[in-house]
Structures are given as C-alpha cells and as structure tokens.
C-alpha cells in the first residue's frame, strides 16, 4: 500500500499495510481538525486529492480516502443515519469539505473505497484529538462540557482490521460508515479518564442541545457481518479503549503521541 501521510492513521496504516495491497493508495493527509480551519487547509487537500487521482488514473491503481462519520457531517441523529440518506447536511466547513471531496472521488472514474470514520482512537494521536484533549484538561482540573454531547469512539485497531478485510475482498467503489455504532456520553468519558488517573476537574457546563450522531453500520456489517464492537457492551468497550490508550495520552510530546 502506498500511505500518503504522516499522522496517527497514516503511522497505523503503515505499520498493517507496508507490504501488501500493493496497487492501493491512501490518503491519510490532510485536515484532521474539526473546527478553527483556515480556507486554504481545505484548499490544499482538495488540491492534494486532485493530484492523487491524477496518478492512480494513470498509474491503474485503487484510491482509499478517509472522510467523517462524525456530528461535521451528518449532524445530530434520531435513528441512525445511513451512507445513502440523500438529506445529510453537514452543519460545518469540515464535514461540507469532506462530502465535496467523496464526489470528486466518486466522480473521477477512479477505482475507490471511501471510508466514513467516527472518532478513531489509538497510540500515536496528536494533542487536538479527543481522548488527548479531553486527558489534557482534565489533568488542568478544568473541563468545559457542552451538555448533551456524545461521541461514538473507534479503536484504530478494530478500523484497520475492517480496511484489511474490506481490501482482501475486493470491496471497491463504495462509501461505508465505520464506527462503533455505540455513541458514548462525553461525560462518560471524563468519568473514565477522571477514574484512571485518579483525579477530577472542574466542569464547567456550555448551554446547547444534545448532540448525539448515531450512524448505521449496516452497509459494512454486509461484508463484515461479526463487525460490531461497541454493540457487544457499550460501556465495556469504552472501558477497553481507556484501559489500553490513556497511558498514550500521558506521556510524550503530543506529536509522538
């Protein structure tokens, strides 16, 4: 596999896939934040996409692209919301980028697998992503809550065996939500975080309706049926995660991390 990329996801891409999937290219670059972007970073992963599909045109080779499964693009949901719902409007620049970049994708003529990621968690993450963040403040002993919110946490694990399996198939030009399909209450996670390292922070409540995304997994249960790690035990598997990638988040530089 060819791993354009140098952060969190491109580093676990790199340490499954270096030697096989030989005529896939990743692109595992580009805008990773969800708030406060300049323009121009969208304007250069566009720009980076472009140029990526320009040489697997050429080059006959398959484009794996990484877009959101996240509140950026499909918002709050009732019941969950699945890859073909023609009414997602992404409520932020972020997840509005991500969806014009799928229609490039899709679009190009160029073999694809395009896949929609919730909040992917692991070693290797930098100091703006969740868990890092979350870890940060509340070691500050002051966190600010937005009431309501929840987020459905991914182990990297449970993704990269998903893109290994989907590949070793053959899945191509298709767009599948990844993602634990269990949405945790973010006050849930500080519990937990609070719990393991033995402390607490003041939290400090921002007003805002309930932003819970919840996504159908459906469509990639299809070829992976035994898919379903946050439907097993919700709670269990947030215990997982912390239990193995706290540490990760309490130690080193943020961009070692």
């Known amino acids: ?19 096989r999937f030989s005529g896939v290219t990743a692109i595992a670059a580009g805008v990773s934040s969800h708030s406060g972007v300049p323009p121009a970073e969208f304007a250069r ?3 980076l996409v472009r140029e990526v599909l320009r040489e697997c045109r050429d080059r006959h080779r398959t484009v794996l692209f990484f877009s959101s499964a996240s509140f950026a693009v499909y918002g709050s949901t009732g019941a969950p919301c699945s890859e073909e719902d023609h009414l997602v409007a992404p409520p932020s620049a972020y997840g509005r980028s991500k969806l014009a970049l799928e229609s490039a994708i899709r679009g190009s003529g160029v073999p694809h697998l395009i896949l929609r990621l919730s909040h992917t968690v692991g070693r290797h993450q930098r100091s703006h992503q969740l868990l890092p963040g979350l870890t940060r403040q509340v070691r500050a002993g002051a966190v600010r809550v937005q009431q309501g919110v929840h987020r459905d946490l991914l182990d990297v694990n449970d993704l990269v065996d998903a893109i290994g399996r989907l590949l070793g198939q053959g899945v191509r030009d298709e767009v599948l939500n990844v993602a634990s399909g269990a949405p945790q209450h973010v006050e849930a996670i500080l519990d937990g975080i609070e ?7 003041v939290r400090t409540y921002v007003p805002g309706d309930a932003a ?10 299809s070829h992976i049926p035994d898919f379903r790690p ?4 919700a709670q ?13 988040c309490t130690q080193g ?5």
């Open 1 to 19: 596999m060819q791993i354009i990329g140098h952060g969190f996801l491109a580093r676990h891409l790199s340490e499954a896939f270096t030697e």
């Open 45 to 47: 992963e566009a720009e």
């Open 195 to 201: 719990k393991r390292l033995g402390t607490s922070a």
């Open 212 to 221: 819970v995304t919840r996504v159908s997994i459906r469509r990639l249960q």
């Open 230 to 233: 946050g439907l097993r035990s």
């Open 236 to 248: 269990g598997y947030l215990d997982d995660l912390l239990d193995a990638y706290l540490p990760y």
């Open 253 to 257: 530089p943020a961009e070692d991390q």
